[in-house]
C-alpha cells in the first residue's frame, strides 16, 4: 500500500514537473521563431520520388498532411507549423516519383510558377543518373542544362524566390547502389552544387549527412536502397534542410 501510494506521488510529482517546464521550453522556442521569421511565407517542394513519398496527390491545397507524404517534407512541415504558430505559413508538396529534371520543366506551370513560392526546395538528380543505366540517353550535361533553364525560366516569373537546392545522393551499402554508379554519379552532386552556387541558393549536402550517419549505424537503418531513406533517414534530411532553410533570415 505504501509503495503504491509512492509510486503515485511520484508518478503526480513527474507529471507536474513536465507540465510546468514544457510551457517555458515552448514559449522560448515560439519567441523565437516569431521574432526571426516572416509572418507570411509559401514554401514549396519540388522532386522525385524521394520528395513525393507516396503523397495523395488529390490532397493539393497547402498544409494537407496526406498531400505531404511520407518523408523528409511530412516533418519538416510538422516542424515549421508547430514552431511557427499564428502565423499565415503555406506549405506545398509536389514531388513526383521518377522524374528527371526535363519532367519538372513540363508541369512548371502547374506545380510551381502559379503557386508563386517565397522558398523553393528542389532535390533532383538520382534519377537523371540512375536511368541512364537502364536505357535513358542522356549525361550529366543534359542535368547541368536543364536545370539552369529550369531556374532561369523560374526566376523571369519570381525574380525574388529564395532557393535551396539539395544534393542528390546515394548511400553506399544499399540494395539499388552498385559500382555502376561510379565515378559518374559524383558528377551530378558536383553539378548541383554548381547550380546551387551560381544561382545564389542555399545547398543542402545530403551526401555528408548520410556517410556520416554510416558511422552510427548500417545502410538499412538509414536507407535501404540507397535512395530511398527510412523514416530514420527522412530525420537527418529535415534536420539538413532546417539548418539550411533558417539561414534564410
Known sequence: MTS??????????LGLSATAALPL??????????????????????????????RDKSKYYANEPAGMGDGYVFQIVSHLLGTNPGKSWYHYNRGISGNKVFEL??????????????????LIGVNDFWHT???????????ED???????????????????????????????ISQR???????YQQAAARIAHDYKGR??????????????????????????PSIAGAFLMKEAWLKTFYSLF
Open 4 to 13: 503504491n501510494r509512492r509510486k503515485f506521488i511520484w508518478q503526480g510529482a
Open 25 to 54: 521550453f515552448a514559449n522560448a522556442r515560439i519567441k523565437n521563431t516569431l521574432a526571426e521569421h516572416p509572418s507570411k511565407l509559401t514554401i514549396l517542394f519540388q522532386g522525385d520520388s524521394i520528395t513525393d513519398m507516396g
Open 105 to 122: 520543366a513540363r508541369r512548371w506551370d502547374d506545380d510551381c510558377l502559379q503557386l508563386k513560392p517565397d522558398v523553393l526546395s528542389i
Open 133 to 143: 543505366l537502364n536505357g535513358y540517353n542522356a549525361t550529366v550535361q543534359t542535368y
Open 146 to 176: 536543364d536545370f539552369r533553364k529550369l531556374l532561369d525560366e523560374t526566376l523571369v516569373s519570381l525574380p525574388n524566390v529564395r532557393l535551396i537546392i539539395g544534393e542528390p545522393f546515394a548511400v553506399k551499402g544499399g540494395s539499388a
Open 181 to 187: 554508379w561510379y565515378p559518374e554519379f559524383l558528377k
Open 203 to 228: 545547398f543542402v549536402p545530403y551526401q555528408q549527412v548520410f556517410d556520416e550517419a554510416l558511422q552510427l549505424a548500417p545502410v538499412s537503418y538509414w536507407c535501404p536502397d540507397g535512395v530511398h
